[in-house]
């Protein structure tokens, strides 16, 4: 097998790439793939927590790469997804404990294994972002609708053009329809003519990812999510699909009539 | 006055929309970061520009405008510079003079 790399990276903290990872990652795994998800934030792990899996953490990525266990030990099967794994990151450790040749050998051995390496990397753009971004051969951008987000992503975008990684896609995420509807936030077309990247995907701002979250639980597995929903579509475009974009409208009374029935369903 | 009063009321007021004034400083500040270039370059850029077209035409140097702008990631150099006289004009024969 010659999987897919792919890197989820934002430049700016606390937009949703550890969220993103989660999910996507779990929606190509319900679709029958199977799908290794790396926490590259060495130092601040994440993943397993949004994931659920924290408690069931024996090796760490940093283990599997000084040889104190084999890479397949390291890798944390989810319950739930038979087909999604975790390569959770180290806690006591910080980035200067991998460097860019390892992660690469790293992901080329998992891509050998599985039809997509998901990593999450670390916000900035020093160590750790250049060690995330070292093996992958595809990224995610993901930004808010906001000018420190969307100046940071312009940034990404530039510095994965010069390592090589063209093309990346586009995730707008936290996108809240009345704002935008009252010409409060940068809407879908502004965020694409400022970036000018091709878009793979828009999520609503929705209670939801934190309860999911909470639960440990990605929302992808919540049928009911708005934002579950969205990240469904972004998975299904990664795969090829032609999806249309959730209607980003705020919705209607009728319209959350509607939804109700639907979820009852 | 009374029309202010009622488009106020009905909440019509021509404010600038926040997310036109997001889009547009987002805008300059995306481009002078893409293009990366010091102020001291910038400015000798527009010196030796100006020189450049002073050989062909008279141009009024303080008016010029020199600035960058972008659109789907390319970068473009945007100049205007206003002539004041052309000098290769065969039709005005005041100017030439200035030539030597
Ligand atoms: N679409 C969304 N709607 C609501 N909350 C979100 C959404 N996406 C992310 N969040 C929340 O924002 C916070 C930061 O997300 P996270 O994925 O950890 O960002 P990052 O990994 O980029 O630092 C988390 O609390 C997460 O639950
Ligand atoms: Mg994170």
Known sequence: ?265 | MVFEFVSWILGKKDKPRSKDLAKERLKLVLTHDRVDISPQMFEKLRRDLASACAKYVEIDEAGMNVRFDSQDRTLALVASVPVIGAKRNPYSSKRRGNMG
């Open chain 1, 1 to 265: 097998m010659n999987g897919k790399v792919m890197v989820v990276t934002s430049g700016k903290g606390g937009v949703g790439k550890t969220t993103a990872v989660a999910n996507i990652g779990c929606a190509l795994a319900v679709r029958g793939k199977k799908v290794a998800l790396v926490d590259a934030d060495i130092g601040l792990r994440n993943l397993d927590i949004v994931l659920g899996l924290e408690n069931r953490i024996v090796f760490d990525i940093i283990h599997a790469m000084e040889g104190r266990c084999r890479l397949r030990q390291a890798l944390i099967r989810d319950k739930r997804v038979q087909t999604l794994f975790l390569l959770p990151a180290a806690q006591s450790k910080d980035k200067d404990a991998i460097a860019p040749d390892q992660m690469k050998e790293l992901t080329g051995e998992l891509a050998g294994e599985f039809d997509y390496v998901i990593l999450d990397c670390p916000a900035g753009i020093e160590r750790g972002f250049k060690n995330a971004i070292a093996g992958a051969n595809a990224a995610v951008i993901i930004t808010t609708p906001e000018v420190s987000a969307v100046r940071d992503a312009d940034r990404i975008v530039g510095l994965l053009e010069a390592e090589g990684i063209e093309q990346p896609k586009l995730v707008i995420n936290r996108l809240r329809p009345d704002m935008v509807k009252r010409g409060d936030m940068l809407d879908i077309e502004d965020v694409i003519d400022i970036l000018a990247i091709d878009l793979v995907g828009v999520v609503p701002d929705d209670e939801t990812v934190i309860t999911s979250t909470n639960r440990g639980e990605p929302a992808v597995l919540d049928g009911a999510s708005r934002a579950g929903e969205a990240f469904r579509r972004i998975a299904a475009r990664i795969e090829g699909e032609d999806v249309p974009f959730l209607s980003m409208e705020a919705p209607s009374f009728w319209g959350r009539i509607k939804r109700f029935l639907g979820a009852a369903r």
